[in-house]
């Protein structure tokens, strides 16, 4: 499973805005940049709704900052199923639940 | 649609949220009557928050007034500037003065931790800038809940990380405060930061717009949707439609701090308890410590460039406060293009921009000879610049969004001419109860062995332990000026390479004592921090202060503070040390229950020559230890009740400030003559405390003989005032010993420092106590409780 967490829209985020400036010194111009993070899970046994809803607490607790940060639980095939480069399309992805706190 | 002074005229009778924003019927009224009409909603919005406690000092002015009738001699010279600016400016000699000042970030602190305390250190930071001074150094007073409570785990190391994490990339050493523990903190940390800031006389830069054709230039960075959770009400689709929003009263009324009356930014969100976010926009700001940094460079290199008329940082109320606030104290009005200022969101209200707490943002008056220059060198810290409206010869404060008029107000009604309130204020009924539940009947401890387990009992104890877990996270040595750090008594530092001047910082407040006794209680916490500066060598000059307090609605609390007020009024005329500025925290409560009391002192002192400053620890073996002041029976209060009896009742120790300044003259005149190895002031814990600080500092022991009169355990363990631990060079003793003659100061001789090896601290004839075995009591206590979490 994969828990993405970024920053809510509205706050603040140096870290983005540090590699959007860096981009722009680069030449890479007109690139706005938001940076949250990738938590991936190796879950035991069936996932399970009760499973799902316990990992979403987890990311709740742990994972994601719920005052500032939101996060987004998916289940995604386990990574030999999916070429690199096209990761994020092939890949069955089910979108859960999304949570802001 | 922006609701415009147009639609205001035509619709009279629209209604609007103003209770939702926290006004009252009456002050609603007093904005329609000054108007001459109904406000806009932009205009609504500037009034109600400017016009909260937070803000207006609406409660508190009129006490306040007796700091501001203070002499404002120091002993070394006029105040430069004092409450009112954004913070006060003391001379130093030799051309030099320092700005400090101390602002609480409690709630924002309580909500998100790590932001909110990060964020408390860049308003302080800011607020020090604006004087034209450069930043040299942070301090942070801190009160949390009870250290194994798992809400302290989850508040304390966030608090203590964004203090660090901000003050660090800033480069600013973080040179001492406190950090204490009460259960009534438990849902209402304080987190209240000071800072210090150097300048040349002729730099000092206020804050006031002058000069009709000046440009309003908004620097630093762009404006989002931070902190203004409580105005979304007014930024949803229609006033009729502004249910659900109601958390704007309950909300408001939890953060109200800001600084002293008339002035300032200070920075603290005016939103959300966090309890219950109901708005939809988030009202926790985020910080960015390196555009701060750039700022801080950006600002002093256009001060140095003489291109400022008049500055403010925007904190509080943002920019609300900064333009209503310079056209204020300016000589004309201002005209603001709201459609100028540059935005991180695009979809904010006029409203939202006027509210927004957008952090690390500044604005500067300046002539438009001076504009390309001032934008030039803007853009060479990469700092974001734009100009967005001009200083006119009117005397209203004109904002247009669109191409239409959304405020049209006089400025001095917005930021200087808000209620004030002669809250009701009245000693409570169960005040003699607690001071009649005094200490006699609690079991004292006899023998040697039971006062050696007390001592252990004590150092250990979350108030009194080794707070090297929360200090080793900042960094005290940056910018290579630090000369005493934590754990000394006082923060040193020097202001520049050649003269050798310095100076001394120290924050002190027992709440405790302050419930016991608000008057009192203030005094103390004056006392302490006076004292604590003096024991490094230091000459105190004058005073910040940080009220943190509950609910002004209610008579007690506001007798509480009233006190704490006369109290420190009064002491600081007694010892000659004017009250600079400060700032005001109302509200501080869960539920019904206020926290203590808790008035927060600062106390700046100056030292001609850093090299004789004195440090707490024992220096070396061999020597002689004396106890400077007089020692009584008080208890009530002191540690030793809370820790060993859990006992909260009586009378607080006495203050006395003629002796207060007699000691304070001997520790000065010892350090500038370098009599001393050493010098620790008595306070919590009592001279068991000082004595333990003075002997693990550099590991050496001590053995002490306590007069054959004296009884041990008031003597180890009575937390009177007005004393000082001294350890005494080779053949100084005459010295000393005449010099407190001459002062009054009553000296007795305790012992000696022995030697590192195998130290041990030895009270003869009681116990004698390895110093591996004191070590561990006092440092592992935070430690453990932080590893289990």
């Given at each position: 499973m994969v828990v993405d967490v970024m920053p809510k829209p509205e706050i603040l985020d140096p870290q983005g805005k540090a590699v959007t400036g860096a981009l722009a010194r680069l030449g890479f111009a007109g690139i706005s940049v938001r940076q949250g993070k990738r938590f991936e899970l190796d879950v035991i046994g069936e996932i399970t709704e009760d499973r799902l809803a316990e990992v979403h607490r987890a990311a709740e607790t742990l994972l994601a900052n719920t005052v500032i940060e939101t996060f987004n639980v998916r289940v995604e095939e386990a990574p030999e199923a999916s070429e690199e480069d096209d990761q994020a399309e092939s890949a069955e992805q089910t979108e859960l639940a999304t949570q802001a706190g | 649609m922006a609701d415009t002074v147009g639609d205001a005229a035509r619709t009279p009778d629209q209604a609007q949220p103003w209770a939702e924003l926290g006004l009252k019927d009456d002050e609603y009224a007093r904005i329609k009557e000054i108007l001459g009409r109904r406000p806009t909603s932009s205009e609504l919005a500037m009034y109600s928050v400017m016009w909260?406690?937070?803000?207006?000092?609406?409660?508190?002015?009129?006490?306040?007034?007796?700091?501001?009738?203070?002499?404002?001699?120091?002993?070394?010279?006029?105040?430069?500037?004092?409450?009112?600016?954004?913070?006060?400016?003391?001379?130093?000699?030799?051309?030099?003065?320092?700005?400090?000042?101390?602002?609480?970030?409690?709630?924002?602190?309580?909500?998100?931790?790590?932001?909110?305390?990060?964020?408390?250190?860049?308003?302080?930071?800011?607020?020090?800038?604006?004087?034209?001074?450069?930043?040299?150094?942070?301090?942070?007073?801190?009160?949390?809940?009870?250290?194994?409570?798992?809400?302290?785990?989850?508040?304390?190391?966030?608090?203590?990380?964004?203090?660090?994490?901000?003050?660090?990339?800033?480069?600013?050493?973080?040179?001492?405060?406190?950090?204490?523990?009460?259960?009534?903190?438990?849902?209402?940390?304080?987190?209240?930061?000071?800072?210090?800031?150097?300048?040349?006389?002729?730099?000092?830069?206020?804050?006031?717009?002058?000069?009709?054709?000046?440009?309003?230039?908004?620097?630093?960075?762009?404006?989002?949707?931070?902190?203004?959770?409580?105005v979304s009400v007014l930024a949803s689709e229609s006033f009729d439609d502004a249910e659900g929003t109601n958390a704007g009263q309950a909300e408001r009324s939890t953060e109200q701090v800001e600084a002293y009356p008339s002035t300032s930014s200070g920075r603290s969100s005016s939103t959300s308890s966090g309890r219950k976010p109901a708005s939809k926009r988030p009202s926790v700001q985020v910080g960015d410590p390196f555009l701060e940094k750039l700022l801080i460079e950006c600002t002093l290199e256009i001060f140095a460039a003489g291109l400022i008329t008049g500055i403010q940082d925007l904190g509080g109320a943002g920019l609300s406060c900064a333009t209503s606030e310079l056209a204020s104290a300016g000589d004309g009005g201002m005209h603001i293009d709201l459609d100028l200022v540059p935005l991180r969101n695009t979809t904010l209200s006029p409203e939202e921009i006027l509210m927004s707490e957008s952090q690390e943002r500044m604005m500067a008056i300046v002539e438009p000879e001076h504009v390309e220059d001032f934008l030039a060198i803007c853009r060479k810290w990469d700092v974001l610049a734009t100009v967005i409206g001009e200083v006119t010869a009117g005397d209203r404060l004109v904002i247009d969004w669109h191409g239409e008029t959304v405020v049209d107000v006089p400025p001095r009604t917005v930021a200087h001419e808000g209620p004030v309130y002669q809250r009701p204020y009245g000693r409570p009924e169960w005040q003699d109860q607690v001071q009649a539940n005094g200490i006699d009947q609690l079991p004292r401890p006899a023998g040697g062995e039971e006062l050696a387990d007390t001592l252990l009992r004590l150092i250990g104890s979350p108030n009194l332990c080794d707070k090297s877990w929360v200090t080793d996270q900042y960094d005290r040595y940056v910018r290579g000026n630090s000369v005493l750090a934590q754990p000394d008594d006082a923060g040193v530092l020097r202001i520049d390479e050649y003269s050798g001047l310095g100076v001394a910082l120290a924050t002190d407040c027992n709440s405790r004592f302050a419930l016991l006794d608000p008057y009192a209680g203030a005094q103390l916490a004056l006392a302490e921090a006076y004292r604590n500066v003096a024991s490094s060598g230091a000459e105190p000059l004058a005073i910040t202060d940080c009220l943190n307090f509950g609910s002004p609605e209610d008579p007690a609390i506001m007798w509480q503070f009233s006190e704490a007020v006369r109290g420190l009024a009064d002491g600081c005329r007694a010892l000659g040390t004017p009250v600079t500025g400060g700032n005001v925290s109302f509200y501080n409560q869960t539920g019904s229950t206020p926290i203590l009391p808790t008035p927060v002192v600062g106390v700046l002192g100056v030292i001609d020559d850093v090299t004789r400053r004195t440090s707490g620890g024992f220096s070396a073996a061999e020597h002689p230890i004396y106890l400077l002041g007089e020692t009584r029976d008080e208890l009530a209060g002191s540690a030793w009740a809370q820790v060993i009896h859990d006992h909260l009742g009586g009378r607080p120790p006495e203050v006395d400030f003629a002796q207060e300044k007699a000691l304070a003259e001997v520790l000065i005149r010892a350090s500038r003559r370098g009599l001393l190895g050493s010098a620790h002031d008595l306070a919590d814990g009592g001279l068991a405390q000082a004595l333990v600080e003075s002997a693990l500092r550099y590991g050496f022991g001590a053995r002490i003989e306590l007069p054959s009169e004296a009884d041990p355990f008031v003597w180890l363990f009575s937390e009177t005032t007005g004393r000082a631990l001294v350890s005494v060079k080779e053949g100084a003793d005459r010295d000393l010993a005449s010099l407190c003659r001459i002062n009054g100061v009553m000296l007795t001789k305790l012992g000696v420092v022995t030697a590192q090896e195998d130290a041990s601290l030895e009270v003869v004839g009681q116990f004698m106590l390895p110093l591996t075995r004191i070590r561990e009591a006092w440092q592992d206590t935070i430690p453990a409780v932080m590893a289990t979490h």
């Open positions: - | 909260s406690e937070h803000c207006s000092y609406k409660s508190s002015k009129v006490h306040l007034r007796q700091f501001a009738e203070l002499p404002t001699e120091t002993p070394v010279g006029k105040l430069l500037a004092g409450i009112g600016e954004n913070a006060g400016v003391v001379d130093i000699g030799q051309g030099y003065a320092v700005t400090f000042k101390i602002e609480s970030h409690n709630h924002p602190s309580y909500v998100e931790p790590y932001q909110g305390a990060a964020t408390g250190v860049g308003g302080i930071v800011r607020d020090i800038l604006a004087m034209g001074a450069r930043p040299i150094g942070v301090m942070d007073s801190l009160r949390f809940g009870p250290l194994h409570e798992p809400d302290t785990a989850r508040v304390l190391p966030g608090v203590v990380a964004g203090i660090g994490g901000y003050g660090n990339c800033l480069g600013l050493p973080n040179i001492g405060g406190e950090v204490a523990y009460d259960h009534t903190y438990l849902g209402n940390p304080l987190v209240n930061a000071l800072c210090v800031g150097v300048l040349r006389h002729e730099d000092l830069h206020l804050a006031k717009a002058t000069g009709a054709g000046n440009q309003v230039i908004l620097y630093g960075a762009s404006t989002g949707a931070d902190g203004i959770g409580g």
